[in-house]
Nanobody, 124 residues
Framework: QLQFVESGGGLVQPGGSLRLSCAAS????????IRWFRQAPGKAREGVSC????????DYADSVKGRFTISRDGARNTVYLQMNSLKPEDTAVYYC?????????????????WGQGTQVTVSS
């Protein structure tokens, strides 16, 4: 089955850090841009960060700029999201998905290989 497997979530106090992993299963990441999304209860899914297929370009939502860092490791076929200075409003289920570019004009149907997500809870 072609999908991502997300991991690394958990419960963390405000100000803490987590590193999320997004491992590809059944395919190689090399040809895809990868975007992290998150969805909080009762809210729409939102894009958090994207990395281009060659790793040379990244983007971040304004709400996470300066706190989150996206990276990719071709040898491990995995994309990471380092999250620092976490806030309660970062609480959500985090997902990753593949597409052809990090353009903001990419629509949701153009994302593929969704995984089950990993829960991040920021609370004292």
């Amino acid at each position: 089955q072609l999908q991502f497997v997300e991991s690394g979530g958990g419960l963390v106090q405000p100000g803490g850090s987590l590193r999320l992993s997004c491992a590809a299963s059944g395919f190689t990441l090399d040809d895809y841009a990868i975007r992290w999304f998150r969805q909080a209860p009762g809210k729409a899914r939102e894009g958090v960060s994207c990395i281009s297929s060659d790793g040379g370009s990244t983007d971040y939502a304004d709400s996470v700029k300066g706190r989150f860092t996206i990276s990719r490791d071709g040898a491990r076929n995995t994309v990471y999201l380092q999250m620092n200075s976490l806030k309660p409003e970062d609480t959500a289920v985090y997902y990753c998905a593949a597409t052809h570019s990090c353009s903001r004009y990419v629509s949701m149907p153009e994302y593929n290989f969704w995984g089950q997500g990993t829960q991040v809870t920021v609370s004292s």
